[in-house]
């Protein structure tokens, strides 16, 4: 029995940093797009769709969500991933030329943004030059924000591209999001 205290001791006394999970949190109209973007990327634990931005409380997708951004929080283990990588998905899959909200979705909630934490703006905001560096002749609208808290939306936008395939699809291909990625980004664009 004083083995058995001993073993659960030394497992008690155990960091769990083996079990870490960052979290960063994009906006790039559509939650959908971006939630698809990142769910299936080794190291991405969970994507969730929902609002951010906002001085409003418990905002709904049917209801209001005035002031808030269309977001998706990412939820990663930074020993696969890191932010940088995060990023990098985050631009290929946004136009950060479009001031009024991302490809057919046009409005203040469908504009593009990144909500960093202290530890990620620095990151965030040299990102947002190395586009802006690419692209001398544009002006870059994305936003970098303080993260705010984040409200996840109704249950049946999560996973939205997975429950309705051939919906997402159409609506993707009829907002002509994957032609204008394309356009600006080449063959790093988003498929």
């Keep these: ?107 203040p909630s469908y504009r593009s943004a990144v909500f960093a934490s202290d530890e990620q703006k620095f990151e965030a905001l040299a990102s947002r030059q190395q586009v802006s560096d690419q692209f001398p002749e544009k002006t870059i609208y994305t936003e970098v924000h303080p993260v705010s808290r984040f409200w996840p939306v109704e249950n049946y936008h999560q996973d939205y591209y997975k429950k309705n395939p051939i919906r997402y699809k159409l609506y993707r291909t009829g907002c002509r999001r994957d032609s204008r990625l394309r356009a600006i980004w080449g063959s790093t664009a988003a498929h």
């Design 1 to 107: 029995m004083n083995q058995l205290k001993f073993v659960i001791a030394v497992l008690l006394s155990l960091p769990l940093n083996n079990v870490t999970a960052d979290k960063a949190v994009f906006a790039g109209g559509c939650f959908w797009c971006v939630e698809a973007a990142y769910q299936d990327v080794p190291g991405v634990t969970d994507a969730v769709s929902g609002f951010t931005g906002g001085e409003l409380q418990n905002p709904t997708y049917n209801g209001n969500h005035r002031g808030h951004f269309e977001a998706v929080e990412v939820s990663f283990d930074p020993a696969i991933i890191s932010y940088q990588q995060l990023l990098d998905i985050f631009w290929v899959n946004i136009d950060p030329f479009d001031n009024r909200g991302q490809f057919c979705d046009k409005g």
